[in-house]
């Protein structure tokens, strides 16, 4: 109930439409009260005295009760899906804000698919909660209540048919509700493992395309489709089984009033019209009971739906700002004292360990070594989206965790292993990097990065429309459009990580000879080719997440093995050729 509690707290900009719904709900509740009193005295004075006028008069008030109980029923219609999807919106809202300030570690706790549906899926469980729960949540308490007093106050032996089938309906809530809440929550992670399934055969469409595997992703499809269709049957299989024991005490109490009210006509103790009003509320007392049984019903999946978003809430970034944060990064030099990390406090070994590294400002420095020796991981604590295990990164002469983030990052510019390009122009995106860059300051980025190469030839330039990650750009133009936008940031620090992998060596050498007269930035290069970090200041290979040999070119290629295995096997045919 903690978490319904918190999440409720997200409707507070909308407490007064919510309240305005609930007065509404006693409002049009009272009105409908009062319909089988009228009814009563119809039978009872009117038919029975034969008073054609009195009829009329209690007719015309029962239509005014009916026409308010419907105006303040679409009234309450209105208030409350105001309510329900602001309360929606700003469930979401705080999602999504909340994935934001996710940094790396915390989004390793999450599928994205996951994501996904916690902030589609479970937000509208939270939202119907409100728009079709809030209704019986008032009504039927209040019904209820003044049905079983007004049902008392017109014949209190009668009304003792109701203390036999409420505790039988009782049971039967407290059995369907115990069976059915658990299945939540075991439906909403099989909707994350559907939404993963899609996900994923969407993003790699072309793949599946290319390999003939449509079929496949089909069968994968169908199987987890179907395990939603068999945990769906299974939980409202047992969700349902409240209408019909509802209905069976319903009609089984009606049987029992006709019978007990029968006898006491015969007797006189019993109006006619009197019997018709008190069937007229047991009805309405039974209603009330079932939909009830229906708001615990919803509570049940509206809880499981709260924990889940509670989750994506609660979790805490493991990265934050200092209490006294530097708020700028005087220069690109960067130093690693004795460094060691691991990805979560539970791993076995360490993805680096006691790393020694100083670069000072401007100078270039060429990282190698084979997949899975933790270059990437390295390059990832400098602008602290990792936080190192043990010793200390630094850059300009300070603590990484002593800066405020946002300017670290801002002083850090680094073009990721995996090119991400968003849906919209080609200049919405360069903008990342300068939101305020004009035209002639974008036009500059794509010829350092060699993109105006190919933005020249498109029909629209820099406004030319980009697919959702940028699928209709080739890899090597993906890769030299998130230089450029890079770029543009102007960073003390800039980090290539294998970044040029999908361009020829003709244009990388351009890029690199670019890069080359940024003098005043500190320039880390990842690369598999050496020609992309021969001319480097500092080579340093890595092996297995430690150095094991840092140089110049000439003086590796004298010394270490491992590269001179790595020049001769790109490098020496090509020199032999020239």
């Known amino acids: ?42 039978i009872d004075v009117g038919v029975k005295h034969q008073d054609v006028h009195y ?95 007004l049902s008392f106050y017109m014949n209190a032996r009668l009304a003792l048919v109701f203390v036999v089938c409420a505790p039988i309906l009782a049971l039967v ?21 559907m939404n993963a399934i899609v996900q994923e055969a969407l993003t790699a469409i072309r793949a599946v395309k290319a390999f003939v595997r449509g079929e496949y992703e089909a069968e994968k499809f169908d199987g987890v489709n179907t395990q939603l269709m068999e945990t769906s049957q299974r939980t409202f299989h047992f969700a349902v089984l409240n209408l019909p024991a509802f209905q069976a005490t319903m009609y089984a109490s009606v049987v029992l009033i006709f019978w007990f009210g029968g006898q006491m006509i015969q007797t006189g103790d019993l109006e006619v019209g009197d019997l018709t009003g008190f069937l007229s509320y047991v009805l309405q007392v039974m209603n009330s009971l079932m939909l009830i049984s229906n708001v615990f019903l919803m509570l049940s999946r509206s809880l499981a739906s709260a924990r889940r978003i509670s989750e994506v809430l609660d979790q805490r970034p493991d990265l934050a700002d200092p209490p006294a944060p530097v708020p700028q990064v005087t220069d690109g030099s960067v130093e690693f004292d004795d460094v060691s990390f691991r990805y979560s406090a539970g791993a076995q070994e360490d993805v680096l360990s006691h790393i020694n590294l100083k670069i000072r400002a401007g100078q270039t420095v060429g990282l190698i070594g084979g997949t899975g020796s933790a270059k990437t991981s390295l390059v990832q604590l400098i602008p602290r989206l990792y936080d190192v295990s043990g010793g200390a990164v630094r850059v300009g002469g300070r603590d990484v965790r002593s800066y405020d983030l946002e300017a670290l990052r801002d002083a850090v510019g680094i073009v990721l292993q995996k090119n991400v390009l968003f849906s919209g122009t080609i200049r919405d995106n360069l903008r990342w990097g300068a939101p305020e860059a004009d035209d002639e300051t974008l036009w500059a980025a794509c010829r350092a990065a060699c993109a105006d190469e190919f933005l020249e030839r498109m029909p629209n330039g820099l406004d030319t429309e980009l697919g959702q990650g940028g699928v209709n750009v080739s890899g090597g133009q993906k890769q030299r459009l998130c230089i450029a936008r890079t770029l543009l940031k102007r960073p003390k620090i800039l980090i290539l990580d294998d970044s040029t992998s999908a361009v020829d060596t003709a244009t990388d050498a351009k890029i690199r000879a670019t890069l080359k007269k940024l003098r005043k930035v500190t320039k880390i290069i990842i690369a598999q080719r050496i020609t992309s970090v021969m001319d480097a200041d500092l080579i340093v290979i890595l092996e297995d997440g430690r150095i094991h040999d840092a140089g110049t070119h000439r003086e590796l290629l004298a010394r270490s093995p491992i590269y001179q295995e790595l020049y001769y096997s790109q490098q020496k045919g090509g020199e032999d050729v020239g």
């Open 1 to 42: 109930m903690r978490d319904l509690k918190r999440i409720f707290a997200h409707i507070g900009p909308y407490r007064r439409e919510l309240a305005a719904a609930m007065a509404l709900v006693f409002i049009e509740t009272g009105f409908e009260l009062f319909i089988p009193l009228l009814m009563a005295d119809i």
């Open 55 to 149: 009829i009329l008069a209690k007719g015309v008030q029962m239509g005014l009760c009916a026409l308010l109980a419907l105006i303040t029923g679409l009234l309450y219609a209105r208030y409350a899906a105001r309510a329900a999807c602001g309360f929606g919106a700003s469930l979401r809202e705080a999602e999504f804000t909340a994935v934001q300030h996710y940094d790396f570690a915390n989004l390793d706790h999450f599928d994205t698919a996951s994501l996904v549906t916690r902030m589609t899926t479970d937000v509208t469980v939270m939202q119907n909660a409100v728009s079709t729960g809030l209704r019986p949540l008032i009504r039927s308490p209040a019904m209820l209540i003044f049905g079983l007093g």
């Open 173 to 193: 809530l407290i059995f369907v509700v115990c069976k059915v809440a658990p299945m939540y929550n075991r439906l909403q992670v099989v909707m994350d493992r």
